[in-house]
């Protein structure tokens, strides 16, 4: 199958290849997700309780244990069913580290888990795992974002960022910020209106449609 999928598609184009064994195809949802795993992470309620460990190194463990899992660990189950099962991989691996974290102040040792560390390393060689966005895709976000930041608040300025310039859908967006899909929605709303009075109806269109799959 070599047809490019569409912006809409994407997410399950690829989870169906790397279901099929297209590593390739995964380290295309590592690019894509962990931008909003990271956002996920630094959202959820526990994520101030976990010490000495970076958001980057939460979310190569989230990865970790994606890598780690056995092959019926994911079921597909519809439209969706991947971004509410990377939810539940994210939510839990916070819930281990504030865990852990508990468990080495209680003196359980210097170290509470073994990592897979052949899973670890996996994820830093994994094909495709260069988060770095095109030169447009870039210029675009860069230029967005220094005006976009006398305007919105970051949970709006994320929104916008994701679902009208880079394409995501509003279920992806909600992932990122831990919320749901009718909460993006009117956190693009709000974000619409603000860049109308600061730019004009035009202005707002040079930066992209807020128009993710709802």
């Not at 976990?50 to 519809?78: C, H, M, R, Y």
């Not at 888990?113 to 675009?140: H, I, W």
């Not at 976000?141 to 976009?148: G, K, M, P, S, T």
Request: proline share 3%; aromatic share 8%; charged share 25%.
């Amino acid at each position: 199958m070599n047809r490019r999928p569409s912006q809409l598609e994407r997410t399950g184009f690829y989870v169906e290849r790397w279901l099929d064994g297209d590593r390739q195809a995964l380290g295309t949802l590592w690019k894509r997700f962990t931008p909003l795993v990271l956002s996920r992470i630094r959202h959820h309620s526990s994520w101030s309780s976990v010490q000495n460990l970076s958001v980057e190194d939460a979310a190569q463990e989230v990865w970790t244990k994606i890598l780690a899992a056995p092959e019926n660990a994911f079921t597909p189950a519809g439209e969706g069913s991947f971004v509410a099962w990377l939810g539940k991989v994210t939510d839990s691996t916070v819930t281990d580290l504030v865990r852990r974290g508990t468990a080495l102040k209680r003196g359980a040792g210097a170290r509470a888990e073994v990592l897979d560390t052949r899973a670890k390393g996996m994820v830093c060689n994994m094909p495709g795992q260069n988060q770095e966005l095109g030169p447009a895709a870039s210029a675009r976000v860069a230029e967005f974002e220094a005006i976009a930041g006398e305007v919105l608040g970051e949970r709006e300025r994320l929104a916008w960022t994701w679902v009208a310039i880079l394409g995501l859908t509003t279920e992806e967006a909600a992932f990122g910020l831990g919320t749901t899909s009718g909460a993006v929605r009117n956190l693009l709303r709000r974000s619409r209106v603000k860049l109308a009075d600061k730019l004009g109806g035009s202005g707002v269109t040079s930066f992209g449609q807020a128009r993710g799959k709802d």
